[in-house]
């Protein structure tokens, strides 16, 4: 098995380096964007849909990890309502250099949300890091 996925994975490194260079070479052609774009919201959906397959999978095997799944996905579910509640609560003027005006109130608040969901992530890891190395050396 390991090995049909090995091939797998050379497979779709193969094919994105090939398409890296197309837009390379074309000098940033809309062509190649544009299907570099879909190459990569097509891995995207590909990852996510394996990572629930065998989330789901990893839960029907061991019953118990259940309840940390459930209590992962409403910190999940809570951290980024948190956020979006945040951010659609004050307007923030991103200047769209485009149009010489600025980004709807939409955009900003998916940005800002994204923003901070990723602050709350870098603080997680890095507390979950000082936490683990504090534990380990009293252990």
Not at 36 to 61: Q, S
């Amino acid at each position: 098995m390991k090995k049909y996925l090995n091939i797998l994975l050379g497979i779709l490194m193969a094919i994105t380096v090939v398409l890296l260079v197309w837009a390379i070479v074309s000098g940033g052609s809309d062509a190649a964007i544009s299907l570099n774009l879909m190459w990569g919201y097509a891995l995207l959906v590909f990852a996510i849909a394996v990572a629930l397959i065998c989330a789901v999978f990893g839960m029907i095997k061991n019953p118990a990890g259940i309840k940390g799944t459930i209590i992962s996905l409403a910190a999940i579910i809570i951290i980024v309502g948190a956020s979006y509640f945040y951010a659609a609560g004050h307007t923030v003027n991103i200047v769209d250099l485009q149009t010489n005006g600025f980004f709807g109130h939409g955009e900003t608040v998916i940005t800002e949300t994204s923003i901070l969901v990723t602050y709350v992530a870098f603080v997680a890891a890095f507390l979950t890091a000082v936490a683990t190395e504090i534990w380990g050396a009293f252990k």
